[in-house]
Nanobody
């Protein structure tokens, strides 16, 4: 399955961006989608998972600021990012795996265990 992220760019501190993760694969909606990021010189960090509106989770670093959602009709998962900080600057990746708990376990482990990955989209938070 090929995942494609979009929506990255340059934003000022305190601003917002919405990232999207899309795939044309018919099974996309059957997968749990995770969001991860990697800043320059740092390890990859897990941020969030979504299987459905009732099955989501967030890392403490983004809880309350980021919101994940999905539109199954569009085969797209979104990551709404608010109150952005310079330390949010990173390349953001979406990844897919069967099973919500596989994503839940991957988030604290930098994405280990996720099956499919996009190429990433760069988010830069700077004034």
């Amino acid at each position: 399955m090929q995942l494609v992220e979009s929506g990255g760019g340059l934003v000022q501190p305190g601003g917002s961006l919405r990232l999207a993760c899309s795939a044309s694969d018919r099974t996309f909606n059957d997968h749990t989608i995770g969001w991860f990021r990697q800043a320059s010189g740092k390890e990859r960090e897990g941020l969030s998972c979504i299987l459905s509106a009732d099955l989501t989770l967030y890392a403490d670093s983004v809880k309350g600021r980021f919101t994940v959602s999905r539109d199954n009709a569009k085969n797209t998962v979104y990551l709404q990012m608010n109150s952005l900080k310079p330390e949010d600057t990173a390349t953001y990746y979406c990844a897919a795996v069967h099973g919500y708990y596989n994503c839940r376990d991957a988030v604290p482990n930098g994405g280990y265990g996720m099956d499919y990955w996009g190429r990433g989209t760069l988010v830069t938070v700077s004034s």
